[in-house]
């Protein structure tokens, strides 16, 4: 069954530092997501991705966040000058769903736990 | 404002049934998510209410109400593997744009 993965299962960096955090959706899909979830915290939406631009994104995700497509198969998230309160798990996610609002699900990559010293 | 609510916890007996209860406010509307989330790992797809009613799904029904704000998950012949973090989801219609908003989850334990 196909699945969405996402590559460091674990990334530790010094605050100040800028992270990649790259995943691989689904390979038809066509809506790319991330979430973070801190520790102990409800998921929360930074940002979805259609026809290699932004579709939403929260207020979460400001000018520390960038988002990019650099081929055809991955989808990355990059945090310039972590904080500390970037601690947390990152989910990738994907999904079929067409710009009509169809019934599409999410499926969700195993997540990047990031840990900012 | 977009406000997503379900109780902290329940707990509840093998071989019950359960029902987590979800109520939401959000600025648009255009479909309610179950997901359910083991501690540490990803969420994975329930259920999806887009229309008013009950969908089923094996073990698992969901309910809507979209005049109440008011969704339900309900569990049957719950088993230990059951226990873990319900998470409710309300897609945000605006401009078809795919902007997800999540509840606090319910986490359940599932007793022998």
């Known amino acids: 069954e196909p699945e969405v993965t996402q590559t460091p299962s674990h990334q530790v960096t010094q605050m100040g530092q800028e992270v990649i955090l790259r995943c691989v959706p689904i390979?038809?899909?066509?809506?790319f997501y991330w979430y973070r979830q801190i520790l102990g915290q409800k998921v929360e939406f930074l940002v979805s991705?259609?026809?290699?631009?932004?579709?939403?994104k929260s207020e979460i995700f400001d000018d520390q966040f960038s988002v990019e497509r650099p081929d055809g198969s991955n989808f990355t998230l990059k945090i310039r000058s972590t904080k500390l309160e970037d601690s947390a798990m990152y989910f990738c996610?994907?999904?079929?769903?067409?710009?009509?609002?169809?019934?599409?699900?999410?499926?969700f990559g195993p997540g990047t736990r990031l840990l900012v010293l | 404002g977009q406000n997503i609510d379900q109780p902290t916890e329940m707990t509840a007996t093998e071989g019950a049934i359960v029902q987590i209860n979800c109520t939401y406010q959000t600025s648009g509307f255009n479909g309610l998510f179950w997901y359910q989330q083991h501690a540490g790992e990803a969420p994975t797809f329930l259920s999806y209410n887009v229309l008013d009613g009950l969908e089923e799904k094996g073990r698992f029904s969901s309910f809507l109400s979209r005049s109440k704000g008011y969704s339900y998950l309900l569990l049957k012949e719950l088993q230990m593997k059951d226990s873990a973090s319900y998470l409710c989801a309300v897609r945000d219609g605006r401009n078809y744009g795919q902007n997800f908003v999540f509840g606090p989850g319910t986490r359940l334990s599932v007793l022998p």
């Open positions: 996610a994907s999904s079929e769903a067409r710009r009509t609002g169809g019934a599409e699900t999410q499926y």
């Open positions: 390979s038809n899909h066509l809506y």
């Open positions: 991705f259609y026809n290699n631009e932004i579709s939403e």
